[in-house]
């Protein structure tokens, strides 16, 4: 395998997300946002770690760029935080946050690093929680207001944007499960949340287009190969149930197919907080569809599941290897869940904008010699081009993620970097993955 096979245009890239790396909490003027919040809060995150510094990419932004450069990248996705532009989430706008990103664009931009900003990436500021965040339907004109500012003040650099990354993600775990920011839990704070981050996700590619219409517009999903536990017919129709949950809730109301609560009637509830227009309001034509993707799921029935009769036979019951998150290692996921979403007509592009594993790396005299990740990657890598090579429309594929990094309610253990950091010191150490993405990529 080389980086031929893919194409002259297929873009290679790494992906990261504002609060993740930044620190940086309220610098410059930055209001907190729902994560700052959340995880400050005493057993929120595994061994009380936050964010408060996490990367430093607010400070020393400039030695990670180098390093993305050293590494033949030549794309590099992030997300603005909104609070950092906006500390309340409302206007008026905080100039030294805006010239935060100008500063982070510019240093791609001077090192031949194409930037591909994501406008929310879960850090909601807490002043709009505080309003109802995702469950009031005033967050689209608060969402499109954002989207405004951004689009004005980086639209004559940014050739590439995403909306939102994992909708399913931020509700599910933020709204319903409770065990994401802002901790929210039921149906009642879900479907509302489902519906109004859809409604701004179009809203939010709508106002782009408008102010940005030479640039490519994209937005990314969450999705998992899913795999009924037996053959049995009741282990189907569960496996059914959580793939409509997992994989199309979000992208079929985008690609105006509207939401699939016909085989999945526990959907109906979102219907609720629709509108008289909302169906229209609900699409928009993205350029691409960005899909992040980790691991395969295994789903049994289950009576005792509310609403969903479905459960997931978790991996470590599987006797199949895992990763940190406790995940299967499964890197061959990615290509039928690829086939599944080039299945759709709507979906003009598909770039993979999510993809990685996390390990207990180890440093052995200044040396982290990952294999395991390296494996996964190509393995991933491989797996794209076969998708490709039949056909599919995929045109791009980023790591998850350059450096190790907060990684939300697990704090700082699962480690998910091509370049590893310490902590205490900041150190970066690049990692054996890191130099065979580097050699693989590189021109
Ligand atoms: C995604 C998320 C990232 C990262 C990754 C690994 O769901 O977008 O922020 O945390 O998973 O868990």
Not at 60 to 73: A, C, F, G, M
Not at 366 to 394: F, M, P, W
């Amino acid at each position: 395998m080389n980086k031929e096979l893919f194409g002259a245009d297929f873009k290679w890239g790494v992906s990261t997300a504002a609060f993740q790396i930044e620190g940086g909490c309220d610098a410059e003027g930055k209001g907190p946002s729902i994560w700052d919040i959340f995880s400050n809060i005493k057993g929120k995150i595994k061994d009380g770690h936050h964010a408060n510094t996490a990367c430093d990419f607010y400070n020393i932004y400039e030695r990670d760029l180098d390093l993305v450069q050293s590494l033949h990248i030549p794309n590099f996705r992030f997300s603005i935080a909104w609070s950092r532009i906006m500390p309340t989430g409302l206007k008026p706008v905080n100039q030294k946050g805006l010239d935060y990103y100008d500063r982070v664009i510019d240093g791609c931009l001077e090192r031949g690093i194409e930037p591909w900003p994501t406008l929310y990436h879960w850090d909601l500021p807490h002043a709009l929680e505080l309003k109802g965040g995702w469950t009031n339907r005033d967050v689209v004109n608060w969402f499109s207001d954002f989207t405004e500012v951004c689009a004005k003040q980086y639209g004559d650099r940014i050739k590439h944007w995403m909306v939102m990354n994992e909708p399913m993600v931020f509700t599910g775990a933020g709204y319903f499960l409770g065990l994401h920011a802002p901790g929210r839990t039921g149906l009642k704070n879900f479907f509302p949340a489902i519906h109004h981050a859809v409604l701004s996700m179009a809203e939010g590619g709508r106002v782009l287009r408008k102010l940005c219409p030479q640039a490519e517009i994209g937005t990314t999903f969450s999705c998992s190969h899913v795999e009924p536990y037996s053959q049995r017919a009741w282990d189907k129709s569960a496996a059914n149930r959580a793939d409509i949950l997992f994989n199309r809730l979000f992208i079929e109301p985008i690609l105006g197919l509207g939401y699939p609560d016909k085989e999945l009637s526990l959907l109906k509830g979102i219907r609720k907080y629709m509108l008289p227009g909302d169906e229209d309001k609900m699409s928009f034509d993205f350029d691409f569809i960005g899909i992040q993707t980790y691991t395969r799921e295994v789903i049994r029935f289950s009576l005792l599941t509310p609403y969903l009769h479905a459960k997931l036979v978790k991996a470590e019951n599987r006797d199949v290897p895992l990763t940190s998150m406790k995940w299967e290692v499964y890197p061959e996921g990615i290509y039928p869940i690829i086939k599944k979403y080039d299945a759709y007509p709507q979906i003009k592009k598909i770039y993979i904008t999510e993809n990685g594993s996390a390990f207990p790396d180890a440093v052995v005299q200044g040396h982290v010699d990952d294999q395991e990740r390296l494996a996964y990657l190509e393995t991933s890598i491989e797996q794209v081009l076969k998708a490709k090579n039949e056909g599919c429309k995929v045109e791009g594929y980023f790591v998850w993620t350059l450096t190790d990094n907060f990684e939300w309610a697990e704090g700082y253990h699962p480690r998910f970097g091509l370049v590893h950091v310490d902590f205490d010191t900041q150190e970066r150490i690049i990692k054996s993955s890191g130099k065979w993405y580097a050699d693989f990529i590189k021109p």
